[in-house]
């Protein structure tokens, strides 16, 4: 059984930063790919970011390049999500979601697990 477990979201002005984790457990993770999508309020969930877990390919979200790095850490089997510069349409609810086929492509339908989510919200 998958579980990914999101951590780190929270309050923070905007400029500032904040590193979102997501511990996953239950697998074997050399063959996924790990992702990031968010959901604002009264909007659909859309694609932040994706890696292979191995680290050889990441894709973003044209609206974060720049702004946001996602990573893993094998030994902690945990991805990371380094938010930089935020604003506040960043304010989202952030969720973790793992594919094991490796896709980093940005369309849900390609998204096995998913976790519960965290809440960012960026004040002006």
């Known amino acids: 059984q998958v579980q990914l477990v999101e951590s780190g979201g929270g309050l923070v002005q905007a400029g500032g930063s904040l590193r979102l984790s997501c511990a996953a457990s239950g697998r074997t993770f050399s063959n996924y790919a790990m992702g990031w999508f968010r959901q604002a309020p009264g909007k659909a969930r859309v694609f932040v970011a994706a890696?292979?877990?191995?680290?050889?390919?990441?894709s973003y979200a044209d609206s974060v390049k720049g702004q946001f790095t996602i990573s893993t850490d094998n030994a902690k089997n945990t991805v990371y999500l380094q938010m930089n510069s935020l604003k506040p349409e960043d304010t989202a609810v952030y969720y973790c979601a793992a594919n094991s086929r490796r896709h980093t492509y940005g369309s849900s339908g390609y998204w096995e697990y998913w976790g519960q989510g965290t809440q960012v919200t960026v004040s002006s």
């Open positions: 890696i292979r877990w191995n680290g050889d390919t990441t």
